[in-house]
């Protein structure tokens, strides 16, 4: 399975929806990128890590899945950046991509030396948003799509039966 590690306060930084969530709660921004990354592992296939800076908050590590995606708060003194070039080695096999969504310029020249392929926030945004609108043409098809019915009857005999069931009759 092809992974996507996300460097979560970058994105949030370059993305509008993010950037105005963020000015009324951090918390909602992250948790809106984090819906939004659910969607696109969903619909993608990709295996889906988002990775937040916790560098100048004391503690350790915390790893969570939240609505199917794994979530990685760093440890105290510990970069996202760090913590995405050490997955992005420890994750790599010969039959895996590990793909990284950053702006990060230090941080793409890394991963690419670990062999992994980089997508910048603008390329990450522009895929998540054609991944909403399959989504949301995937959602209009099945709303349009006749009702099947449990029992197989010609129209003849499902047009009476709704006769009967309305009083029609």
Do not use: C
Request: aromatic fraction near 6%.
């Amino acid at each position: 399975m092809d992974i996507m590690l996300v460097d979560g306060y970058n994105i949030i930084g370059a993305w509008q929806e993010l950037q105005a969530l963020k000015r009324i709660s951090l918390v909602d921004a992250r948790d809106r990128l984090i819906e939004l990354m659910a969607d696109y592992q969903a619909y993608s296939g990709l295996r889906v890590i988002v990775i937040f800076d916790a560098y100048l908050v004391a503690g350790n590590a915390t790893k969570l899945k939240k609505h199917n995606v794994e979530v990685i708060f760093t440890k105290s003194k510990e970069t996202a950046d760090a913590r995405i070039e050490r997955l992005s080695n420890e994750l790599m096999t010969k039959r895996t991509k590990i793909y990284v969504a950053t702006s990060d310029m230090t941080e793409q020249n890394v991963i690419f030396g670990n062999g992994a392929l980089r997508k910048s926030a603008r390329e990450f945004e522009i895929d998540v948003q054609n991944v909403q609108r399959g989504i949301t043409e995937k959602v209009q098809e099945t709303l349009q799509q006749k009702p099947s019915r449990k029992i197989k009857m010609t129209d003849e005999v499902a047009a009476r039966l709704e006769e009967i069931r309305r009083g029609k009759i």
